[in-house]
T-cell receptor, first 114, second 116 residues
Framework: GNSVTQMEGPVTLSEEAFLTINCTYTATGYPSLFWYVQYPGEGLQLLLKATKADDKGSNKGFEATYRKETTSFHLEKGSVQVSDSAVYFCALSARTGANSKLTFGKGITLSVRP | GAVVSQHPSWVICKSGTSVKIECRSLDFQATTMFWYRQFPKQSLMLMATSNEGSKATYEQGVEKDKFLINHASLTLSTLTVTSAHPEDSSFYIC????????????FGPGTRLTVL
């Protein structure tokens, strides 16, 4: 079946540090890949997405590239801010039918210190 | 665009009562909505898929008689937790799917349910 594996957390960084959050997936076919962010007490917000191999999703300084050869979609940001502190979820949508479902990773908590 | 709202944002109820949570797509039509449950510090668990005008499809292990889902229009789905018990206390999140090449889901802000 489909699955998403995220690196173990939590992650604590100092402001302006470089961020990488690893995500790998297993899926049949050609899934779409997503990163969602959840701020404390809130629902999930779509951060970025990529729909095919070699696509790069980007938003708010975050980037992730769809790597089919390594089945990865690692999230990166060159300089994190305190406001980036949140839980980050990697997800895929396998488009297996009319009701294609999202499969989520476990999420990773990022804390950024001033 | 693609805004999803939920109401209420939080609710406290007594054990044995029923609680209804609404999920609305504000600026688009959604033929498919999803209901998730999230436990503290954990990922989202899909409970059911809600299709406009038809019965919801429940995930394995989710009691359909306890979690009633109605998707009466293209912009509204409701989840009713019937005869709520303390173990039903959780964060319930809905999403609405925008059909297209990526089938992106947009999430509501969530509803915190506390059953006393």
């Amino acid at each position: 079946g489909n699955s998403v594996t995220q690196m173990e957390g939590p992650v604590t960084l100092s402001e302006e540090a470089f961020l990488t959050i690893n995500c790998t997936y297993t899926a049949t076919g050609y899934p779409s890949l997503f990163w969602y962010v959840q701020y404390p007490g809130e629902g999930l917000q779509l951060l970025l997405k990529a729909t095919k191999a070699d696509d790069k999703g980007s938003n708010k300084g975050f980037e992730a590239t769809y790597r089919k050869e390594t089945t990865s979609f690692h999230l990166e940001k060159g300089s994190v801010q305190v406001s980036d502190s949140a839980v980050y979820f990697c997800a895929l949508s396998a488009r297996t039918g009319a009701n294609s479902k999202l499969t989520f990773g476990k999420g990773i908590t990022l804390s950024v210190r001033p | 665009g693609a805004v999803v709202s939920q109401h209420p944002s939080w609710v406290i109820c007594k054990s044995g009562t029923s609680v209804k949570i609404e999920c609305r797509s504000l600026d688009f039509q959604a033929t498919t909505m999803f209901w998730y449950r999230q436990f503290p510090k954990q990922s989202l668990m899909l409970m059911a898929t809600s299709n406009e005008g038809s019965k919801a499809t429940y995930e394995q292990g989710v009691e359909k008689d306890k979690f009633l889902i109605n998707h009466a229009s293209l912009t509204l789905s409701t989840l009713t937790v019937t005869s709520a018990h303390p173990e039903d206390s959780s964060f319930y999140i809905c999403s609405a799917r925008v059909q297209g090449p990526s089938d992106t889901q947009y999430f509501g802000p969530g509803t915190r349910l506390t059953v006393l």
